[in-house]
């Protein structure tokens, strides 16, 4: 069989979104199965990411020369610049977007280490046990020398220049009142011109205030903004040594000008402006990528594009002690399957026929951009465990007089950070080629789920769900096959072989042992079927009318599937669409136990860890056997989401809830949540390993995973919207000149039974200066280790101790900034570095969270949901959770392409004559003010006044003017690029509902405590003080 290099995918004029963008591999890849003997006993292919791997056979003879697409794929290839190995010049002189990241030294560090000693001794990244007591203690407020700085007077500055820019006078220390903008381009990037990476925030000088002898002494100020209501309703408890101190009601009210605190909507409508009309092309090795928050065109050029790994900074310490000391995570999120928009290339797929993929003989990392070619093309040496390995024969080419193989831009996995491999039989099951993975709908069929009109509602969705199964590119028909479940306390399988008149049922009431009835005939075709799969939909609802059966079973239903999926030799995933508790006599039986006593305590945990181990067992066996779980739920009241969801979260699955479902309000939601996820772009049956360069290593995983041993990530399936959250620590010293380069690898089966390989690669920097490290540092990414880190937490923690943990390390962080990095200053002043100006704000809004915070509104499952959420999610998705869009929707501009600039999430910013939209990824809001003009809510609900809305709707009507047009089109939009459909609520100003919707104002102070951004600061500021004095 003839080599074929690669195979090229057609230009990125025709990619489709999804599951279609990749090109099919030519021939025969699995070959002939007798080609490699297989290792016995193994269920999954553990050797080929292993250190035993074998590596393929490898036939003689040089690539063969005629299939090189690759070079002339559009005009965005012919620009690549190749910088990532020291000495090799570039190809061609393109101008990166951005000079390589060179900073100016930072001030001196002599200081460091009686600082890091300091934190070292705190321990503060430390979730385990020994945590407990200790760092619950919180420490005692600094005196007030040290919080409150010299006399001072009111002075219009608020950013204080960093290391690059001379120290300003200091009368210029204290001021506070007129925060100017920041200039476009603030961030870190290294941009030439860009603004000073650091931004310096008195915390403490109030505007309007008579200048006069300090601040008095007194802790009993409270800076939050004094005209919200709601703020003194109760003793914030959001965090320890916070505003709890800070808050008194003897003391006047003083107002901070909100003005003069970092706003996110300034970071976010800067970053836009500088980056988001350019081209980031990923040729430079620690690039930091514009915020999740820009739209802007990537182009890989040798780094995966930032859709599919974010770093929490792009510059690693050269040292673990440096790490130690900054505090900062190093962690990396990565979303293996993120969707690229149509203006990108999609993902080459590279063929190396039987031999499959030239990988380490060492470290096993695949063949990519940072292996270099010596001895003239005969070896290479590996970037990372520096092994040096022959070249296999059939992959020898020549070196260029750079050093560079004459068809380095002809591969893929030598010029690009992200492509595919054709994975050989010695990567699959038994080594046998899998079959195309089954869709297993399993529907709950007891008396409220009949009553409420769901059965009938999902049987006539699926009839059209069915028609559009996802398919490869080429296909005419879906490869997934499809089978169907109904259940109460005992479970109905279907036969619907294309062959019968009519559906045959076959009842299991043995849940104990659960077995699968059939096998001929239960996964079927549904084109083939589909005659008798639409008989089975229509009847369902009425077989099932007058039951009056209350009780349903869970865990068996699970394990029905998964063992229906086994006897079918194929990965799948279930869709199971369930409403309550699962009560009945059966393994994984459930009993209520939303027990409040425990909130507060430090028993609380154990409200997120499920009630019996069983689901965790039966997680683990339907990872084996490549079965997903996806969980629609449709509560009334408790269904204990800790327990059942924690199958779903360990299988890679989703988990939808309805709460209260009514099927005029909730059934669109629910349906696009249900289509969205049939139709996903999706790899069944997945395992990645992330490799690294030496002298550091992935320590922790965080995600909808299964994790058996140390290093392999298991994921049942991985759909385009999960997102894994890997945390990298050091074992060595990094070389700077190296820097710190980072392979994942996905194994997974396509939609259609293929099983490849999925490569993404990125190179950071490592530097030895921390104001290097604060420089590459990205505060979403870093909200979304906290997040993920602190969630994983609460299962183990009491809930105070995780937040404790949050808030030392946030001061620890900027402590050590400020202590290294920044310029000489008052100690009054809190100085927060460019990059993480807002980390402040969305770590308080993580902290208010009602995972991490109970509050009263809030059921114990709603808590386990967000968790669950949250958990998978990427940073994207993180940052709209933690910090909701909240657009001023009277000022839109129906002329106009471009939207509102969103405002911050504060009361204050809200206007009686204004119509707002908040959504936060899962929820949407339209708030309106009570002074709404009454065109404007004729424009938009069709009724003349304020009073005339209705708002116990879903959906805004189709008003045909377009304003309405433009409003429905920009909510449509939102809700587009996110994983979930959120709900819509309209909220009155001055009605009920309107407290629901405040929990969202996350600058504020949470109504049930969760002190407000101002008073975070303080805190913050507070604990920063005592850390450097
Ligand atoms: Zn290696």
Redesign the pocket.
């Known amino acids: 069989m003839s080599q074929q290099g690669y195979v090229a995918t057609p230009p990125y004029s025709q990619p489709q979104p999804g599951i279609g963008a990749l090109s099919p591999p030519l021939r025969g890849h699995y070959g002939d199965p007798s080609h490699s003997a297989p290792p016995s006993g193994i269920m999954k292919p553990a050797g080929p990411l292993g250190p035993t791997a074998p590596i393929g056979v490898l036939p003689p003879g040089p690539p063969n020369p005629g299939a090189h697409q690759f070079g002339q794929n559009g005009p965005n290839i012919s620009g690549y610049t190749q910088q990532r190995f020291p000495g090799l010049p570039p190809v061609n002189n393109a101008v990166p977007p951005y000079p390589p990241a060179s900073y100016p030294s930072p001030v001196s560090t002599s200081a460091t280490t009686q600082l890091g000693h300091q934190l070292g001794a705190m321990q503060i990244h430390n979730y385990g046990p020994g945590m407990a007591s200790g760092s619950s203690g919180i420490p005692a407020p600094p005196p007030a020398a040290s919080f409150q700085g010299p006399p001072q007077l009111p002075q219009p500055s608020i950013l204080q220049p960093g290391p690059r820019i001379p120290p300003p006078p200091p009368s210029t220390h204290n001021g506070l009142s007129t925060a100017p903008s920041l200039p476009p381009g603030s961030r870190q990037d290294g941009l030439p011109g860009s603004s000073p990476p650091t931004a310096n925030f008195p915390s403490l000088p109030l505007p309007g205030q008579p200048p006069g002898p300090g601040y008095p002494p007194q802790q009993g100020t409270n800076y939050g903004p004094p005209q919200m209501p709601g703020a003194q309703l109760t003793s914030p408890v959001g965090f320890p040594g916070g505003p709890a101190q800070l808050a008194g009601p003897t003391q006047p009210p003083k107002k901070l000008d909100p003005d003069s605190i970092p706003s996110p909507i300034q970071v976010i409508e800067n970053d836009r402006s500088t980056r988001s009309a350019q081209v980031y092309a990923t040729n430079i090795r620690g690039q930091v990528p514009p915020l999740v928050t820009t739209d802007c065109m990537i182009q890989d050029q040798g780094n995966a594009s930032p859709r599919y790994i974010r770093c929490t900074t792009y510059c690693f310490p050269s040292t673990s002690d440096m790490a130690k000391q900054s505090q900062l995570p190093l962690a990396a999120i990565i979303k293996p399957f993120a969707i690229v928009p149509p203006n990108e290339m999609p993902l080459y797929l590279v063929n190396h026929g039987e031999s499959g993929p030239v990988r ?1 003989n ?4 695949y063949m990519c951009p940072f292996m270099q070619f010596i001895e003239g093309g005969r070896k290479y040496q ?1 970037g ?4 040096v390995n022959d070249v296999p024969p059939f992959y020898f080419q020549h070196l260029d007089h750079v050093g560079r193989r004459l068809d380095h831009y002809e591969r893929p996995e030598l010029s690009l950070g992200s492509y595919e491999f054709v994975a050989t039989l010695d990567y699959c099951r038994n080594n046998k080629p899998p079959c195309p993975p089954a869709y297993i709908f399993m529907i709950d069929v007891s008396y409220s789920n009949v009553k409420n009109g769901l059965v009938r509602l999902i049987c006539e969705e699926l009839k059209t769900i069915l028609e559009n199964l996802p398919k490869e590119e080429q296909e005419e028909t879906s490869a997934i096959r499809v089978g169907f479940v109904t259940y109460n306390k005992v479970l109905h399988f279907f036969n619907v072989k294309s062959n019968l008149a009519q559906p045959q049922m076959m009842v299991v009431t043995d849940v104990g042992e659960v077995f699968v009835p059939l096998l001929d005939g239960f996964l079927v075709n549904y084109q083939e079927s589909k005659a008798v799969i639409h008989n089975l939909l229509d009847q369902i609802p009425e077989i099932f009318a007058d039951s009056n059966e209350n009780e349903t079973v869970f865990a068996p239903v699970v394990h029905a599937g998964m063992e229906a999926l086994k006897a079918a030799d194929c990965p799948g995933k279930l869709y199971i669409f369930h409403s309550s508790l699962p009560t009945a006599e059966a393994p994984g039986k459930l009993k209520s136990r939303d027990d409040r006593k425990l909130i507060n305590t430090d028993k609380e945990k154990t409200l997120f860890q499920p009630q019996t181990n069983i689901y965790e067992t039966l997680a683990k066996d339907c990872v084996a056997s490549g079965c997903c779980v996806n969980l629609f739920l449709f509560p009334n009241q408790y269904v204990d989401v800790a327990s059942m969801g924690l199958v779903t979260l360990q299988t890679g699955g989703t988990l939808y809830k309805y709460n209260n479902f009514q099927k005029h309000l909730d059934s669109q939601t629910f349906l696009n949540d249900l289509r969205n996820d049939v139709q996903k772009m999706t790899g069944f049956d997945a395992i990645m390993r992330v490799r690294t360069s030496t002298g550091f290593r992935a320590t922790d995983f965080f995600g909808a995973i299964y994790m058996n041993n140390t290093t392999d990530v298991e994921m049942a399936a991985v759909d385009c919207d999960k997102a894994v959250t890997v945390e990298f620590k050091h074992d060595d010293k990094l070389n700077e000149d190296n820097g710190a380069l980072i392979q994942c690898a996905v194994l997974y089966t396509t939609i259609s039974g293929q099983r490849r390989l999925r490569i993404h690669n990125i190179s950071l920097n490592c530097s030895s200066q921390l104001a290097d490290l604060y420089k590459s540092c990205e505060t979403d990414a870093l909200i979304n280790f906290f997040a993920k880190s602190a969630f994983t937490a609460v299962l183990t923690q009491p809930l105070k101790t995780v937040r404790d943990i949050l808030v030392h390390q946030t001061a620890h962080m900027l402590a050590c900034y400020r202590k290294n990095c920044a310029s000489p200053s008052a100690v009054s002043q809190l100085i927060l570095p460019d990059a993480m100006k807002v980390f402040p704000v969305y770590m308080n809004s993580l902290l208010k969270n009602c995972v991490l915070l109970s509050r009263p509104e809030i059921s114990m499952d709603e808590r386990a949901y967000q968790r669950q959420l949250v958990m998978s999610m990427d940073v994207a998705d993180t940052q709209l959770f933690f910090y909701p869009q909240l657009i001023p929707i009277h000022t839109m501009d129906v002329n106009s392409e471009t939207l509102p600039v969103a405002i911050r999430c504060s009361e204050e910013r809200l206007s009686e004559g204004g119509v707002f939209l908040l959504a936060n990824g899962l929820r949407m809001f339209l708030w309106l003010g009570v002074s709404t003009p009454p065109d404007l809510i004729q424009g938009i609900f069709n009724v003349p006044s304020f009073t005339h809305i209705n708002t116990d709707v879903t959906s805004l009507p189709e008003v045909g003017n377009p304003y309405s047009q433009k409003l429905r089109l920009t909510m449509s939009n939102i809700q587009q690029k996110k994983p979930y459909s959120m709900k819509l609520t309209i909220v009155k100003q001055r009605e009920q509902p309107e407290m629901v919707f405040r929990q969202f104002l996350v600058e504020d102070k949470g109504l049930y405590g969760g002190a407000s951004y101002v008073d975070f600061l303080c805190c913050v500021h507070k604990e920063i003080c005592q850390l450097l004095s």
Request: proline share 0%; with cysteine.
């Open positions: 380490c060492r470290c096993k990392a590996c990372f465990c520096n092994c």
